[in-house]
């Protein structure tokens, strides 16, 4: 794909977005350092995140985006609003920043920084607020909101990342079987996605058979699969860094007896929350919609920590949009808007009952939620 992903006018709208909460709070100069949200202001998109990037934004003005200075034809590739300010390896980011703000008057300046950003680390913040006098104000979340909601343009991105990640689970799907390994299924279901039109992800996927099923964070290993067992698998297409999660449970040669139950009750709790996202509601009730199927199904000892949570933009080492979930949590006093895109989960592992787990992505749009993946949700035998 070809970058700029998007018109200067939404660019410019995003900035005018960005500029009104720093009014809000009489904020001078904004000092983004999150991945996702420099992406979001300016289109950069690539792997040389791992080292600090900070685009400064002041309240007018040109933009200037500080990174390595190795950098430099990336952005001028990549980047059309803002002003690239390189610094050397034996620098730092907040050098780089100093030299920005030489010549900008000494006075009470009100400096925002994003406190809970994964780019920015402690020494580096230490740094920045050494190099100026000021008032340095917590702005974390401030663009993560302005996020949540997709434009029409973000929402056509979310679409095509649905079909490279329903391409790599019919790959994966059709890969399992006794005898073959999760490595050998995880190439199956990379290979596809890559060739469906998908880049890198912000990680994943996630391929585990049945010995590792609790296990949160882990993928594939070279444990071949054996008749009986399963296979959870969870992944994302990526395009133009947008994210489509879905993840299903994929039985080896049979399916246990108490499949049919447990999978009938994991649908019917994922139904639900579908039905119960709409613009409005508050994240603890359409919590609420999930658990109420699992107690009438007689578990009403099971607790998830969330039945689905924000997606969208993300940069390794995720797909959630940075470094903490937005989740749909029993206690999430947030209000579900039109425009958001999740991953919805119901997931039921280690009940006692059987092991059933299904997500999509969806899209919660002014006529309903729209399931955005649309990989078969049954009962799959291989």
């Known amino acids: 794909m070809q970058t700029p992903y998007f018109t200067d006018a939404e660019y410019q709208a995003r900035l005018r977005a960005v500029r009104g909460a720093m009014a ?7 000092m983004i350092s999150t991945p996702e949200n420099i992406f979001y202001l300016t289109g950069l998109d690539h792997w040389g995140y791992f080292a600090p990037h900070i685009l400064i934004v002041p309240a007018a003005g040109e933009l200037v985006l500080v990174a390595r200075a190795m950098e430099k034809v990336t952005i001028a590739n990549q980047v059309r609003g803002a002003r690239f300010e390189g610094h050397q390896d034996h620098e730092t980011a907040a050098d780089a920043v100093s030299r920005v703000l030489q010549n900008v008057p000494a006075g009470k300046l009100r400096i925002g920084i994003e406190t809970w950003s994964a780019g920015l680390s402690h020494g580096l913040a230490e740094a920045l607020k050494a190099q ?6 917590d702005l974390s979340g401030v663009v993560d909101e302005l996020r949540m909601i997709k434009s029409p343009a973000e929402q056509a991105y979310m679409r095509r990342a649905a079909e490279v990640s329903d391409a790599g689970a019919a790959a994966a799907i059709e890969a399992i079987h006794e005898g073959a390994s999760e490595r050998q299924v995880a190439a199956a279901c990379e290979a596809a996605m890559i060739e469906r039109g998908g880049t890198f992800p912000g990680f994943g996927p996630f391929i585990r058979s049945a010995e590792r099923l609790s296990e949160e964070h882990t993928t594939w290993t070279d444990k071949k699969l054996a008749a009986g067992d399963c296979v959870f698998m969870e992944l994302t297409g990526c395009v133009a860094r947008y994210h489509a999660p879905l993840g299903r449970l994929i039985h080896v040669g049979r399916a246990p007896n108490e499949a049919s139950e447990i999978a009938a009750i994991c649908r019917d709790a994922f139904d639900a929350v579908i039905d119960a996202l709409r613009d409005g509601i508050l994240f603890r009730d359409v919590y609420a919609a999930w658990q109420a199927v699992v107690d009438r199904a007689g578990l009403s000892h099971y607790r998830r920590h969330h039945c689905g ?20 949590r029993h206690d999430s006093t947030r209000t579900v808007k039109t425009g958001m895109t999740f991953h919805v989960l119901s997931w039921l592992m280690g009940t006692g009952r059987g092991d059933f787990f299904l997500s999509n992505a969806a899209l919660v749009g002014a006529r309903g939620t729209e399931i955005l993946t649309r990989t078969p949700a049954g009962i799959t035998v291989r």
């Open 309 to 328: 949570y924000a997606v969208g933009i993300g940069f390794p080492p995720s797909w959630t949009g940075g470094s903490k979930v937005t989740g749909m």
């Open 132 to 137: 100026r006098s000021a008032t340095w104000l």
């Open 24 to 30: 809000a709070q009489e904020i001078d100069c904004f």
